[in-house]
């Protein structure tokens, strides 16, 4: 599939259903951002694949309640190892992980797997949930599961609205 129809179908699930994922599209998903550039490609970051059910439920709580966390078979965590900023001011854990992860929900879009980019989490009780090591800072999270809900596609601003061509 072409990459636009991809990211044209793509949505954000919010309701999942109990079928596992299978372990070689979740290392698919892993792959992909593996692969995805980084700041002078450090890579300076870790994924994590949450799987087990009592410590999913405990990351429901840390992510605001959000049940879709509970539900879905599987959570991704993506994590910044290192952050600073770059050049331009950015913090290039921020930008990397966020790059990392949009290249990992249009995989699973690829694979048939609903995510969905959670902002809304408390990063220090993520990583207290997680027992995740001193230094990995979360900086987003998705649920990635089998879809039990297909939105329709929501509105977005005009080319006009959002890009300006400079000749």
């Known amino acids: 599939m072409a990459i636009l129809d991809l990211i044209q179908e793509r949505r954000s699930v919010r309701t999942y259903s109990?079928?596992?994922?299978?372990?070689?599209?979740?290392?698919?998903?892993?792959?992909?951002?593996?692969?995805?550039?980084?700041?002078?490609?450090?890579?300076?970051?870790?994924?994590?694949?949450?799987?087990?059910?009592?410590?999913?439920?405990?990351?429901?709580?840390?992510?605001?309640?959000?049940?879709?966390?509970?539900?879905?078979?599987?959570?991704?965590?993506?994590?910044?190892?290192?952050?600073?900023?770059?050049?331009?001011?950015?913090?290039?854990g921020t930008v990397d992980c966020s790059i990392a992860l949009s290249f990992m929900m249009l995989q699973a879009q690829e694979l048939g797997l609903g995510t969905c980019w959670l902002g809304?989490?408390?990063?220090?009780?993520?990583?207290?949930?997680?027992?995740l090591p001193e230094g990995w800072v979360p900086v987003a999270v998705t649920p990635l599961g089998y879809g039990e809900e297909h939105p329709q596609a929501r509105p977005r601003k005009s080319m006009e609205d959002v890009a300006v061509i400079m000749e």
Not at 39 to 63: D, I, P, T, Y
Not at 120 to 125: G, I, L, P, S, T
Request: glycine share 4%; with cysteine; net charge negative.
């Open 18 to 92: 109990s079928q596992p994922v299978e372990e070689e599209k979740l290392q698919e998903v892993l792959e992909a951002g593996r692969l995805a550039p980084s700041a002078r490609n450090r890579q300076e970051w870790k994924f994590v694949a949450v799987k087990n059910e009592e410590l999913r439920s405990a990351l429901k709580e840390a992510c605001c309640g959000q049940n879709m966390v509970a539900q879905a078979p599987v959570d991704l965590v993506i994590c910044a190892t290192k952050c600073g900023p770059m050049n331009c001011g950015q913090d290039c």
């Open 120 to 131: 809304a989490f408390d990063a220090q009780a993520v990583s207290k949930v997680l027992s």
